[in-house]
């Protein structure tokens, strides 16, 4: 008898949560149909707290009150000059960015995503503190690990049937040995596009992109932000030697690593002309390119990447960057015009 009381229980105590958790689900459901007729907005996409803090404080961005909570994320309502926008924070890396721009596209009528951060700088002609902003971005960490006794002319795994591709290029990693011309175990990496399924596409038909270009309208708007004026002081005693600028660069890429070595940047800025790297932008890229909704990325730079004389210098100029990153992402909403998709895969 005791045992069936005990049953009966679990079963009552199941089924009001669950009761409870479709209470909470119709209640958050009913809160984004109200704000998509009020809708479209500019979803707002940002990595960490230190880089939206910033913005949540900014004087021209102007909170709602409302904030919607779904599946783990903070969707916070406001508007930036004319324009709605939807905040959300991704948390660190690849998957969380993908997650959060998707949860984003998928729930709320999103006219265009603005993706903004901080960022290591590959490139040698910019500094620390410019704001980059890209034409393109690849998700660098897709590879085919070639096995050692094979090269450039060895077809890789999986070939033949479209999975894998020489045509990106490769690392050859014993050229980076200590003991120049030796041979090396780990051989060649093979970069690779994203297999991407577009919505306009037919569905489990693949399609390849290794480069993803940002929206071409956005792109040009962003050019008008380039004598926009920045911070270059921490403090009175913290400045950077030279001021800091907007530019538009070609390209950005992404890999959920952390970079900080010096062999590696240069190999990045020699092989495919990178400038910001960083860990999140390529999957807002993609998941967005997806949606054929317009995206741009903009990205303060905190450090060099690996390629400075002394310690990593995220670890004092981050504020800094941060703070630059904000007001980029703030005027350049400012000037986003009625909405337009993108129309064309680019493949690898």
């Not at 939807?86 to 949860?103: E, F, R």
Request: hydrophobic share 40%; proline share 5%; charged share 20%.
């Amino acid at each position: 008898m005791k045992s069936f009381l005990f049953v009966i229980s679990v079963f009552v105590v199941i089924l009001f949560l669950g009761e409870a958790n479709g209470d909470v689900f119709s209640d958050t459901r009913k809160l984004i149909e109200q704000a998509n007729n009020n809708g479209p907005y500019i979803g707002v996409v940002i990595p960490n707290l230190f880089e939206m803090n910033p913005l949540l404080n900014y004087p021209e961005f102007h909170a709602t009150g409302l904030n919607i909570f779904y599946k783990g994320r903070k969707f916070r309502f406001g508007s930036i000059g004319e324009k709605q926008v939807i905040l959300v924070m991704t948390g660190l890396g690849m998957l969380n960015a993908g997650i959060t721009t998707q949860l984003l596209l998928t729930l709320f009528d999103i006219e265009g995503i603005v993706h903004y951060g901080i960022a290591g700088n590959a490139n040698p002609s910019l500094n620390i503190g410019d704001v980059a902003i890209p034409q393109y971005w690849s998700h660098s960490a897709l590879w085919s690990w070639q096995r050692y006794g094979n090269g450039p002319e060895n077809e890789l795994p999986l070939e033949a049937f479209g999975d894998y591709t020489r045509d990106i290029g490769y690392l050859k990693i014993e050229k980076y040995s200590t003991d120049l011309g030796s041979d090396n175990f780990l051989n060649n990496i093979w970069y690779q596009p994203e297999e991407i399924f577009p919505v306009d596409g037919t569905p489990e038909e693949r399609q390849h992109a290794f480069w993803v270009p940002v929206d071409p309208t956005y792109f040009e708007l962003a050019k008008n932000l380039e004598s926009l004026k920045l911070e270059g002081c921490l403090d009175k005693d913290t400045c950077l030697s030279t001021p800091p600028r907007v530019t538009t660069v070609e390209h950005g890429t992404s890999a959920s690593i952390y970079l900080d070595n010096a062999a590696y940047r240069s190999f990045i800025y020699d092989k495919f002309n990178i400038s910001p790297v960083e860990m999140e932008s390529a999957a807002v890229a993609l998941v967005s390119y997806q949606h054929r909704v317009p995206f741009i990325v903009l990205r303060a730079l905190s450090d060099l990447a690996g390629g400075g004389e002394h310690s990593n210098e995220a670890d004092t100029f981050t504020p800094l960057a941060a703070n630059n990153s904000v007001k980029v992402a703030v005027e350049f909403i400012k000037l986003i015009p009625s909405q337009k998709k993108i129309s064309s895969v680019v493949g690898i």
